[in-house]
């Protein structure tokens, strides 16, 4: 389409200039370069399980605080442009009664919202699953917008099981197509979608085959979104680092693995898009700031800003520092979490020197 500007528009044809501006920017915010997200979605349950491996009990003010620490540790806003919230966050205050998007606002993080339901396992398909809760998006998204989110995050997670051919092409045009109209429906409630299509490291795939995977995967999404009408330019991507299987055979360095990663993406990533948000994926602080690092130097021609959107790398060494005291110890885990974003963001910069080892795949 063209307007009278003589402007081209590809994509949100259903969204006003001013809306488009609106979700570019927060694409834009989200982007910033050396900073990335903090990913505290994790809902009750989950959080309640990683307290509990740490005798910390599993209650909903220890759960207020625990995020309010991630949101005011002193100098955390200068390594963080975004935090993805679970509903039950979102409608959390700190201790001074603010709400803790308006905190986040107020410190220039950009607050967002995890809207995805329950994981559903596809008939026939040797364990692929699709996510749920696209039925009643809209309704929640325009409630999560005027509680102060402006962006959301969906998750569709897939296995990668040569041996039962998974993931199959019914799960990952399922699950690409989900993300779209999911994309779809945020931008027309005024949320910036994050789309994450999220590929677990378990396996013994290799290096190579993971490659395929990812891009078949990354192909079908970015061409959905595009069939769907989502406005690109206002959208950010989520994705695994493409990695072999971790009971892979074959040992590969952390140069080739980044050299992997930015094939993947050259293959297929629009242009229009501003970043990309690497999960962690289980990994550890070391291994996922040394990728994150090595993928940033091998960059040499995509304009994205490629950081990070971590939870477990970075929450997992602070909860170590609660085991057998019985409760949060939030003024330690304050510094030592402000010191892990100062990694994460040399790593987002490509200027973090890993030790020797650190990001490889072992066989």
Known sequence: MVHQSGAFSVGGTFLSTAEKAALEETAAAVATFGKGITACDEGPATIGGRFE?????????????????LFEAPGCENYLSAAILDPETLYQKNDEGKPFPQVLTERGIVPGIKPHLKVYTLPGTNGDTVMQGLDSLAARCKEYYDNGARFAKWRSPLVIDMQNRCPTDLAIKANMH???????ICQSEGLMPIVEPDISLSGTHTLEEAVDVNIRVQSELFKAMIDHGVYMAGTTLKPNIVNPGKNCPKSYTVEEIAEA????????????????NYLSGGQTLEQAAARLSAINKANKKGPWNLSFSWSQALQLPLLDLCKGKGDLQLEEMSKLYVEELKIASAAAKGEYEW???DGDHKA
């Not at 491996?53 to 620490?69: A, C, H, I, L, S």
């Not at 989900?178 to 779809?184: G, I, N, Q, V």
């Open 53 to 69: 491996k740490v005798g910390v009990e599993n209650t909903e003010e220890n759960r207020r605080k625990y995020r309010q620490m």
């Open 178 to 184: 989900d993300l779209a109209r999911y994309a779809l």
């Open 261 to 276: 990663n930015i094939f993947v993406f050259e293959q297929s990533f629009p242009v229009a898009m501003k970043g990309a």
């Open 355 to 357: 030790a020797k080892g």
